[in-house]
C-alpha cells in the first residue's frame, strides 16, 4: 500500500464547477496536510495545509480532514481554466536519524486538474 | 521575505562535466532540504540539512555531493551524472522546529537540469 494515495486522474470539470480532490494516508502518527498546485515545468505552490479535524476555507479553497479515516480533500470551488494543474497531496510525519529530529513531506502521485471553457 | 531562491534556472551539462546548483533563503530557515522531480511524478527528497550539517540522505548516488556553507545558503555539486539523472531539482527551507510545528515548507522555483 502506497504511504500517501490519491484519486486517479485526470480529473476534467467545466468552468463553475466544484473539483474535488482526495488524498488518504497510511501512517497514523502523520500530523499536518498539505495541498500544492504545480503548473507544469513549474515548482510546487502552496494552496493550503490543514492540521486539524474538520474543515478549513480560503476563498474558494476548502480543506477537509477527517483522521479516524485517514482522508484528506480539497474542493475547488467555482473553478476556472487557471486552476488546470496537478494537485499534489503531501503528508507530513515527524522523523528522527542520528540524534535529530526533522519533518518529512511525503507526496501523493498527483492528480491532473482540467477545467474546461 | 517568504522566498527561497535557486540559481540558475536551466542547466544544460555534459556526463563529465562537474557544476553545482544554489539555493538561498533568508528566512532564518535551520532545515534546508534538495528534492529531486522527474516528469509525471511527484518529488522525491534527496537530502537534509539542520544547522548546516547534512542529517538525512536518501540513499543518493555520490555523484551528487550537498553543502550547507552558511545557514542561507545550500549547494548541490553534480558530477559524472547519467541522462537519467535529467530532472526538476527543488531547495526547499522550513524552521527547524517544522518537525512538530504547523508550519510549512517553502519551495524554490527549482532548476531544469538535462544531461546529455
Known amino acids: 500500500q502506497k504511504e500517501v494515495e490519491q484519486n486517479s486522474g485526470p480529473l476534467s470539470v467545466p468552468e463553475g464547477a466544484i473539483a474535488s480532490l482526495n488524498c488518504t494516508y497510511s501512517d497514523r502518527g502523520s500530523q499536518s496536510f498539505f495541498w500544492y498546485r504545480q503548473y507544469s515545468g513549474k515548482s510546487p505552490e502552496l494552496i493550503m495545509f490543514?492540521?486539524?479535524?474538520g474543515d478549513k476555507e480560503d476563498g474558494r479553497f476548502t480543506a477537509q480532514l477527517n483522521k479516524a479515516s485517514q482522508y484528506v480533500s480539497l474542493l475547488i470551488r467555482d473553478s476556472q481554466p487557471s486552476d488546470s494543474a496537478t494537485y499534489l497531496c503531501?503528508?507530513?510525519?515527524?522523523?528522527?536519524?542520528?540524534?535529530?529530529?526533522?519533518?518529512?513531506?511525503?507526496f501523493g502521485q498527483g492528480t491532473i486538474l482540467t477545467v474546461h471553457p | 521575505d517568504t522566498e527561497v531562491t535557486q540559481t540558475p534556472k536551466h542547466l544544460v551539462m555534459g556526463m563529465t562535466n562537474k557544476k553545482s546548483l544554489k539555493c538561498e533563503q533568508h528566512?532564518?530557515?535551520?532545515?534546508m532540504y534538495w528534492y529531486k522531480q522527474k516528469a509525471k511524478k511527484p518529488p522525491e527528497l534527496m537530502f537534509v540539512?539542520?544547522?548546516?550539517?547534512?542529517?538525512i540522505n536518501e540513499s543518493v548516488p555520490s555523484r551528487f555531493s550537498p553543502e550547507c556553507p552558511n545557514s542561507s545558503l545550500l549547494n548541490l555539486h553534480l558530477h559524472a551524472l547519467q541522462p537519467e539523472d535529467s530532472a526538476l531539482y527543488l531547495c526547499a527551507s522550513t524552521p527547524l522546529t517544522w518537525y512538530s510545528g504547523t508550519d510549512t515548507q517553502y519551495f524554490g522555483p527549482g532548476t531544469r537540469l538535462t544531461v546529455l
Open positions: 490543514i492540521y486539524s479535524n
Open positions: 540539512y539542520s544547522y548546516e550539517k547534512l542529517s
Open positions: 503531501a503528508v507530513k510525519v515527524a522523523s528522527n536519524a542520528g540524534g535529530t529530529s526533522y519533518g518529512k513531506l511525503t
Open positions: 528566512m532564518g530557515h535551520r532545515a
